[in-house]
């Protein structure tokens, strides 16, 4: 017998934001369960972007995923005794999750500040082209996968 599949239920919290986009940093941002401060985190961090950048926190969101997001990665093919590292396309779900991933890392990783002012200073150095340590991560990724194109006829199976 089949079994009835529980509804997911979406919040209703983010009424001002983008529910999908700001939804999946507020995700991403919370520790332990506490979705009521990471929910401020991001808020904050995209208000403070918002007027700093005088631009919309719908657009400012898309253009920081847009940007961060990978084209190629590297996957390890194991081939006759060997493993080779092979550039791959990134699915497009993937590398959307690797951009939040990368975005609230670099956030996390800057010392000194609080989180509300590391998370919106890596927003505003992601669209303003600054030094982005998200950036700097999806250049590397990109440099990798150029540097081993030699392998790239290992990866179709």
């Known amino acids: ?17 983008d529910r999908d986009i700001l939804g999946s940093f507020v995700r991403r941002v919370m520790k332990d369960g506490k979705k009521q401060i990471a929910e401020n985190i991001v ?4 208000r ?17 995923i847009n940007k961060v997001k990978p084209i190629v990665e590297v996957k390890s093919r194991r081939v006759g005794g060997s493993t080779y590292p ?20 670099a956030a996390n990783n800057k010392k000194g500040m609080c989180m509300i002012k590391k998370f919106s200073s890596e927003l505003i150095n992601i669209i ?24 790239e006829h290992f990866g179709s199976k």
């Open 43 to 46: 808020n904050e961090s995209f």
């Open 128 to 151: 303003s082209g600054g030094k982005s340590d998200a950036m700097t991560k999806r250049e590397n990724v990109h440099k990798m996968a150029e540097a081993n194109k030699a392998f």
């Open 1 to 17: 017998m089949g079994r009835r599949k529980s509804k997911l239920s979406k919040s209703d919290s983010n009424v001002l934001f």
């Open 86 to 105: 092979v550039p791959v396309e990134v699915r497009p779900k993937r590398a959307y999750m690797l951009a939040l991933k990368w975005t609230i890392d």
């Open 48 to 64: 403070i972007a918002s007027e700093e950048l005088n631009n919309d926190v719908q657009k400012i969101a898309k253009e920081v």
